[in-house]
């Protein structure tokens, strides 16, 4: 079983009108765990899942998904998808809208019957299964969404947006259920500009970016170049002081100084050296570049403006050292 | 072959989920029921269970005048206007949604990102819309089996061919609005587009039927009309057949040729139910053995005129069109991006 579920190299997409959506995307996604795909709205996320799923007809795909072509229509028997805006009959009650995409995957019998009620439980809809979907809230749709997207117990699930106009709380048990999928050995692929969310769980990122591609890896790696230690101080700083510090690489900003290093050794001396003179560290802490500061990095300030509707702002990733 | 039937299974909870579906159906057996109670004594016809009495000779218990005229008011008056075109026209409005709300966003990505090819998914879903149609006449020709059954002692599995015609009849028109839907995705723009060309085939149906009339079936009985004055002349014998008339028809005819045939299917109906063993479109049959010269040639222009088509030309034709705008929907469905 190879390490790679989705191996795509050179995907492009360009819509009737001349709408260039994909500019030659590659993508590796590796098995298990979460990944997440960021960028800005029109990015080209959507486009390229709705490729990977045959909903859109790339211009030219190379490559595979699950060890087969993409656009091979029976793979898709072991993918599970949830749409942005998945719309559900209103006529049918939760249980069924699940035993119905069970059915068009091809499943039958008492597995279904059982899957169902399993993955009712599981998204804390066991009590509401019996009632009609235009009787839920968006929460619970979404839950629904997400179950009938388990339905068949598939490799990768594909989830566009899934905490789109989802409240907090909902949010909260979606990354939940979302960890426990990636506990089950799934892979989950999430299209999302909800950075900070996606920072949480994701284990490893693409960000794109009018098309293409523009950073991809693990978060740590991403960060790893922006990793510092930021001291604040108080009190005033002499002037040799300042210039030994600029000489070993101490960025100073008002009270708030970085320091480049990964390994918390060669701080010492820098701490020493402020102490000799009797200035105040008010805190110390370990910081990385936040999944939003790369972001606004990768897509540039023109992509910001649409990306930030409806997210949270993501907390910086700090490790508070001395306080 | 689950695909298949889960698709069909929704289709149905979409039509008991839709209250027009229920108020047609309601006013389809409440006609039904009226046909029901429609029986014959030996003093003539009994209406509405015996309230009221219509006295006849001819038409008595146990003549086969009283099963000829049981059987054309089915097969003349309740399919063609009921079942043919206002529970028709009714049963458009109903389905008509359904591809427009199909091919939404978020609804037709999880249909569509299934293991089953879009041709099989778009024609699935495009029968399952006929089980509108098939599900109220299935219905109405159950009360009218047991009617003719109850009230004349025939259980005449014939009349079951309704269900099959007007499904048939309902695909075509539906044909259109389908292709509409695929091509727009507008629910409103499609029942327009499919009640006018429904609505064209029919004028030119019927305009086919008028002038068939006047260059034919007027001449061979006889009688002469004159189109500037509008008097007419009866005669007792054939008359010969104008050539402009006969001209004339000719286009209409070629104008009509690649239309759906919905009034002609309907009327097919009549080819394939029978009264004691005689098919309800050889008038001929009918008549008795002391009939005059001049009943007989009305009956052999009415055989005619009823004949005029084959069913391979009327059911040939319409399914070539019915082929020909599903497969460009189909198409549209295969390669749209949704």
């Given at each position: 079983m190879s390490d790679i579920v989705i191996d795509i190299a050179d995907v492009r997409k360009r819509y009737r009108?001349?709408?260039?959506?994909?500019?030659g995307v590659s993508l590796q996604v590796p098995r298990g765990g979460i990944f997440g795909l960021l960028g800005p709205n029109g990015a080209g996320k959507s486009t390229l899942v709705k490729i990977l799923m045959t909903i859109v007809r790339p211009t030219r795909c190379c490559g595979t998904m699950l060890g087969e072509?993409?656009?091979?229509?029976?793979?898709?028997?072991?993918v599970g998808y949830l749409p942005e805006h998945a719309r559900f009959p209103?006529?049918?009650k939760g249980a069924e809208v699940i035993r119905y995409v069970a059915g068009l995957t091809g499943m039958s019998g008492h597995l279904v019957k059982q899957r169902t009620a399993e993955l009712l439980d599981m998204v804390g809809m066991g009590d509401w299964?019996?009632?009609?979907?235009?009787?839920?809230s968006k929460g619970m749709k979404q839950r629904i969404g997400l179950a009938q997207a388990l339905i068949n117990d598939p490799e990768i699930v594909f989830l566009d947006?899934?905490?789109?106009?989802?409240d907090p709380k909902g949010r909260l048990e979606m990354r939940n259920l979302l960890q426990k999928m990636r506990d089950e050995g799934r892979t989950v692929f999430i299209n999302s500009h909800l950075l900070g969310e996606l920072e949480m769980i994701c284990d490893s990122v693409a960000i794109m970016d009018k098309g293409e591609i523009v950073r991809q890896g693990t978060i740590a790696e991403l960060t790893e170049k922006s990793r510092r230690y930021e001291l604040r101080t108080r009190g005033d700083l002499s002037e040799g002081l300042q210039r030994k510090l600029a000489e070993d690489g101490v960025e100073t900003e008002g009270d708030t100084m970085s320091v480049y290093h990964?390994?918390?050794?060669?701080?010492q001396p820098i701490l020493d050296a402020l102490r000799a003179e009797g200035v105040t560290i008010v805190e110390m802490r370990e910081v990385r570049q936040s999944l939003e500061e790369l972001f606004m990095e990768s897509?540039?300030?023109?992509?910001?403006g649409g990306t930030q509707k409806g997210s949270t702002p993501p907390q910086l990733p700090g490790k508070e050292l001395v306080k | 072959m689950r695909q298949i039937l889960t698709i069909l299974w929704d289709s149905y909870r979409l039509l008991a989920a839709k209250k027009l579906f229920w108020i047609v159906l309601f006013l389809t057996v409440l006609i039904a029921m009226i046909y029901a109670s429609v029986g014959f004594t030996p003093e003539g016809i009994s209406v509405l269970f015996g309230a009221y009495q219509i006295e006849s000779d001819l038409i008595v218990e146990g003549s086969m005048f009283a099963e000829y005229l049981y059987m054309m008011i089915f097969t003349d008056y309740l399919v063609p206007?009921?079942?043919?075109l206002f529970a028709l026209v009714l049963a458009l409005i109903s389905v008509c949604p359904i591809f427009p709300d199909f091919l939404k966003t978020g609804s037709i990505d999880i249909a569509i990102s299934k293991p089953m090819s879009r041709v099989m998914l778009f024609l699935v879903k495009y029968l399952g819309s006929l089980l509108f149609v098939a599900a109220q006449v299935s219905v109405f020709c159950v009360i009218v089996f047991i009617a003719q059954g109850v009230r004349l002692a025939i259980w005449n599995l014939?009349?079951?061919?309704a269900v099959l015609l007007l499904t048939f009849v309902f695909s075509l028109i539906y044909s259109v609005a389908v292709l509409v839907a695929v091509w727009t995705r507008s629910t409103l723009f499609s029942l327009l587009i499919a009640l006018l060309v429904w609505g064209s085939t029919l004028a030119v149906q019927w305009s086919e039927s008028v002038i068939y009339k006047l260059t034919y079936a007027a001449p061979a009985s006889g009688l002469s009309i004159d189109?500037?004055?509008?008097q007419t002349g009866q005669a007792d014998k054939p008359l010969e057949v104008n050539e402009g008339m006969e001209k004339f028809y000719r286009v209409i005819k070629a104008v009509g040729?690649?239309?759906?045939?919905t009034r002609d299917a309907t009327y097919l109906l009549k080819k394939k139910v029978t009264v004691r063993g005689k098919n309800?479109?050889?008038?001929?049959?009918?008549?008795?053995?002391?009939?005059?010269e001049r009943e007989r040639r009305e009956a052999k222009v009415t055989e005619d005129y009823d004949n005029r088509h084959s069913t391979a030309y009327i059911v040939g034709s319409s399914l070539a069109f019915e082929a020909f705008i599903l497969g460009i929907a189909c198409w549209i469905f295969v390669r749209k991006d949704f």
């Open positions: 009108g001349g709408v260039e959506a994909l500019r072509a993409v656009g091979h229509k029976s793979t898709l028997a072991k209103e006529y049918l299964g019996k009632h009609r979907m235009g009787t839920y947006e899934p905490t789109d106009g989802v990964r390994d918390p050794a060669p701080m897509v540039g300030s023109e992509g910001v | 206007w009921w079942l043919g014939e009349i079951f061919w189109m500037k004055t509008g040729t690649p239309l759906p045939k309800l479109t050889r008038m001929s049959e009918f008549l008795e053995d002391d009939a005059s």
